[in-house]
């Protein structure tokens, strides 16, 4: 049976123009991969309402869980708790238990809870709340639709909290042998191979090294004998 | 008047897995930002001919610019080039000149232009070809969409090949402040900074340090004048 899918929307100017790298995809990535879940479309958009919008009903609509990182802080320009509610026509305010969970913080490191800050307690209608145990702020889930923040230590911690109560599929297996011959050199052979172990995936990652090309042949598979079968045949045929 | 857009498209179950972290994403969105193009639109896919082509024709019709990334090597998963050829209902077949360039390669290096590597010069019926100063095989532009490798080294020497030739917009200037308070401390001061500056963007990029929370608020624009008293006003206001 085919592993679950998933997707991530990641929502920032900041990447987009260059200025930050983005980190939560690589490690969402890892995390659905070992939990069986296959992640099959990143986006990145600005902190655009449309396009926020459009890209959360189009990844909704095409894969069972969606993870979208960024812009849920306090400042104008966090604004993805509004077109979430706006993506699928739910009405969104201060939740009551939110701003509990706000006030109390706040209280205990002596800080106000001004209305900037109080934009964080705006949920929509029907969500449940991710707990955030780094700066308290919550996420929430909507329908399939997970939104977390884009800082990645409170990032992680979401990701820890979501996934594990996901249902996954089997994890992927992979292994991989480094070859230092041009790709082009063993694309036939891959290609023969990719036949003869159609349930696997084979891939081919093209590197240079002190002026040579080589290549990372990665084998992937739910069956480790399968994949085990695989890269013994291919360092086989290669002498290696 | 607004800077023209791009999007990219990065190809590859690589990133996807969590096994490679994606660099051509960071360098494109630097190159371009001094170009004066806006990138507005990141996807990442996986090799499957269906998401390729859906994202392509997707991406060209919302954007001036489209720059994909990986999947037109020599192996049996690099279908780059005939999804490109799907997208834009094109006739595609080996290309005389693009042939031409990797026999000399070949005979060159000495090594076998087989049929794997004669993959390379499948180049969709209309398109200009991108030079490859690394590795020889080329990338194309077909319309608007610049089909570029995905190891890096190739990948930039493609960028530096095709960027140049557009048309650009007004380089975006951008200055930073940091600041060691909470973004929610802030937040209203930002607010009313963006509607005093409706012609520049401002963001807030909160971080951790050392357990204290800070933000970083990235002031951007074309005109420099403005970037400086926005970012002097904030300043003042916060008494630094």
Chains 1, 2 share one sequence.
Request: hydrophobic share 45%.
């Amino acid at each position: 049976m085919a592993n679950p899918t998933a997707a991530m929307l990641v929502i920032g100017d900041e990447i987009l123009s260059g200025r930050t790298r983005d980190a939560n995809m690589h490690y969402l990535a890892g995390e659905l991969t070992s939990h069986g879940i296959d992640l099959k479309e990143v986006r990145i958009v600005s902190d655009d309402a449309d396009a926020i919008v459009d890209a959360v009903r189009a990844l909704a609509k095409g894969y069972a869980q969606v993870f979208t990182s960024g812009g849920i802080g306090p400042t104008h320009d966090d604004i993805t708790a509004d077109c979430i509610a706006e993506a699928f026509a739910r009405p969104i305010d201060i939740r009551a238990d939110a701003r509990a969970l706000l006030e109390a913080h706040y209280a205990r490191t002596g800080l106000e809870l001004n209305a900037a800050r109080l934009r964080m307690a705006r949920i929509p209608e029907g969500a449940t709340l991710i707990e955030n145990p780094v700066s308290t702020a919550p996420g929430f889930t909507l329908e399939n639709v997970h939104v977390m923040a884009g800082v990645p230590s409170v990032f992680r911690a979401m990701v820890a909290s979501v996934v594990p109560t996901l249902t996954g599929g089997a994890p992927l297996l992979s292994q991989s042998l480094s070859v230092m011959r041009g790709e082009g050199e063993i694309a036939g052979l891959l290609g023969v191979l990719a036949q003869d172990f159609a349930d696997l995936s084979i891939g081919c990652y093209p590197f240079q090294k002190d002026g040579a090309f080589g290549a990372n042949v990665v084998v992937r598979g739910a069956n480790g004998a399968r994949v085990d079968a695989a890269v013994t045949r291919l360092a086989d045929e290669l002498g290696l």
